[in-house]
């Protein structure tokens, strides 16, 4: 009798466990693995507009990209120096479980802000975003960029579109400089 109340009471407290339990292998570190390729510091060049009406300028991109919060996100630390002053951002590289697709999230030092999802295919990683601008203005983009097979070197272009207009807001390419 004893026994049998045991394995009842037992019982009765193992469904909660195992319904509420998640596989061991999932965690917000691992599913932002395809993130990876960007850990490191990486030095891009290129060619820039900021509308369809501007001449394109040359400009150098910078990123600094390390895991933070015991892995769960990257932090990405850029400069931008081309037309103009010197521009810094900070941008949160994630994994969205919910859309189950990495994302991210941009701010930028003149107030401008993006919101943004990834999809990686062999060598190539797409971004499709939107940034509303320091004035209010939305812009939606599209950035493809292919890395080498070492993973080493990137080149990409991002297309734009505000108020009806279009046009390719930069070509670059780059190589990363030092590893994570």
Known sequence: MKLLRSVLTLLLFMPPFTAFSQSPGWSRATALKKWDVWLGDWVLVGMAKDSPSQ??????????EARILNGAYIQ?????????SEA???EILSYDPEKKLPSSYGFA???????ATATFSGL???ETGTTVTADGKHQKWRVVFTFTKD????????EVEQDGAKWTAFTVKGTKVRDP
């Open 55 to 64: 001449p394109p300028y040359k400009f150098t991109w910078k990123l600094h």
């Open 124 to 126: 190539n990683c797409i």
């Open 109 to 115: 030092d003149d107030g401008s802000s993006w919101s």
């Open 88 to 90: 810094h951002a900070l």
């Open 151 to 158: 993973r080493r070197s990137v080149s990409g272009s991002q």
């Open 76 to 84: 990405v630390d850029q400069i931008w120096q081309g037309s103009g």
